[in-house]
């Protein structure tokens, strides 16, 4: 049972280049996220997705974009790094949407991104 | 912007003592949860206290919610070696703020054995 499974786990970008950090979960998960974890800042929510077809902005969307094509999928879109961007980033999902039904968290290893 | 503060910001103890974590807010919640992360992984959910309840066990865990307060405990009896971690507390913001999940910074526990 893979949970949330991270790709790549780690990347190294030139500012002003793109990629996409992958996302995938096995356990039909509906709801699924992306947060960004800086030193002595905590995790802070990026985008959100209740379900496939549907996306929403979190607390700090600005330079990524999502989409969810499938339940399993989820993966986040970094449009011109920027080295404001370099941090560890982690994919979570929930049975349900949480805000709704008080379910907790799944959570991948984290892709560790270093702009340059 | 963050929404749950961790109290103390590192904690040292010995193997077998009790570690107690504190958490305050600022907005109405609809639960709080604590979640561990070991170093380089991702987080582990613990547990879960919805607003109306005030405690909640789960092995050597134990929960505390006080909404009047807008604060949580979290504390672990008989700490081991391996409780080593960082831990966060997390609330569940209510509709009015967007149904959002918001993390603190976190307590940094070393227990030593």
């Known amino acids: 049972n893979a949970g949330v499974t991270q790709t790549p786990k780690f990347q190294v970008l030139k500012t002003g280049q793109s990629m996409t950090l992958q996302c995938a979960q096995d356990?039909?998960?509906?709801?699924m996220s992306w947060y960004r974890q800086d030193p002595g800042m905590g995790l802070r929510l990026i985008h959100y997705s209740v379900g496939a077809g549907i996306t929403d902005q979190g607390e700090v969307p600005n330079g990524y974009n999502v989409s969810r094509s499938t339940t399993e999928d989820f993966p986040l879109r970094l449009l011109s790094a920027a080295p404001s961007q370099t941090s560890v980033y982690f994919c979570?999902?929930?049975?349900?949407?949480?805000?709704?039904?008080?379910?907790?968290?799944?959570f991948g290893n984290g892709t560790r991104l270093t702009v340059t | 912007s963050q929404q749950g503060e961790e109290d103390p910001q590192a904690l040292s103890i010995q193997e077998g003592e009790n570690a107690t974590m504190n958490c305050s807010y600022k907005t109405s919640i609809n639960n709080l949860q604590w979640y561990r992360q070991n170093s380089g992984r991702g987080l582990v959910h613990l547990i879960l206290i919805r607003s109306n309840e005030r405690e909640k066990h789960s092995g050597r865990l134990r929960v505390t919610l006080d909404t009047s307060k807008k604060s949580s405990s979290l504390l672990i009896t008989a700490s081991r070696a391996a409780d080593t971690a960082s831990y966060f507390c997390a609330t569940l913001r209510g509709m009015e703020y967007g149904n959002k999940l918001v993390f603190g910074a976190g307590t940094i526990l070393r227990v030593k054995s």
């Open positions: 356990m039909n998960h509906e709801y």
């Open positions: 979570a999902s929930s049975p349900r949407d949480m805000a709704i039904y008080n379910s907790p968290l799944h």
